[in-house]
């Protein structure tokens, strides 16, 4: 289980406040959606907690360590882009994710990969914006890590191919480990929340479980969403 800690929070780019003395604090498991317009911070809060992002002010923490280098052990991150050339094929992409991270399990990853109509002879260059979102998933979700953050992981797949993601993450998911998920799909991520953190200008307005929002605003949580920024 991750602990995780956030105090008075903050970071700039220029004169944008992406974080805005933000507070956050959650220790154990579960699925966690992190919801907000563009702009809000989700992708910062993402960045910081992958040890991404060091230009801030405040005090972060995952089991007492200051996000770097020193956690990417225990936390699996998947950016909104691949980073890697166009000429790389998923092969040689799953040997590099081997080698530089003990908890990947290739052969789950390989078998996810199947799952999803995705060839491991496959070029980056051959591939869909939603089939390098999928291989994305798949490395992401094939550690055996404490804390994964995911930064919209289905916002560049077809309908048809989000439910089979949301099956994978169900899946694959262990009770133990906490998954953050930053997304604009709110129905098609709920049935897999415990609870929702809502964002705004670098901040948190409401931090709840998802049966708590719902019974507040009743409503699901789109309706929950569209009410709190409308």
């Known amino acids: 289980m991750v602990d995780i800690l956030c105090k008075n929070l903050s970071i700039s780019y220029g004169e944008v406040h992406a974080l805005n003395g933000l507070d956050f604090q959650h220790n154990g498991g579960g699925i966690i959606g992190l919801l907000g ?44 882009h691949i980073p890697f050339g166009k000429n790389y094929r998923i092969s040689e992409i799953l040997k590099i994710y081997g080698n530089f991270f003990e908890d990947f399990d290739r052969r789950k990853c390989s078998n996810v990969l199947v799952n999803l109509g995705l060839k491991e002879s496959m070029h980056l260059r051959e591939m869909s914006k939603g089939m390098q979102d999928k291989l994305m998933i798949a490395l ?22 989000r439910k089979e993601i ?26 897999l929340l415990d609870r929702a953190i809502l964002m705004e200008q670098g901040k948190i307005l409401m931090n709840d479980e998802i049966d708590v929002l719902r019974s507040k605003f009743n409503r699901d949580l789109e309706g929950t969403f569209e009410e709190v920024y409308k």
């Open 140 to 161: 992401s979700l094939c550690r055996n890590s404490e804390l994964y953050l995911l930064d919209e992981p289905i916002s560049g797949v077809d309908v048809s191919a």
């Open 37 to 80: 317009v563009n702009g809000s911070g989700k992708t910062t809060l993402l960045r910081i907690l992958a040890g991404l992002e060091m230009n801030y002010s405040g005090e972060v923490s995952l089991n007492g360590i200051r996000p770097s280098y020193k956690t990417k052990g225990f936390v699996s991150y998947q950016p909104d």
């Open 166 to 191: 949301r099956e994978i993450i169900l899946d694959i998911y262990n009770p133990e480990s906490l998954v953050l998920i930053s997304t604009h799909m709110i129905r098609t991520i709920e049935p």
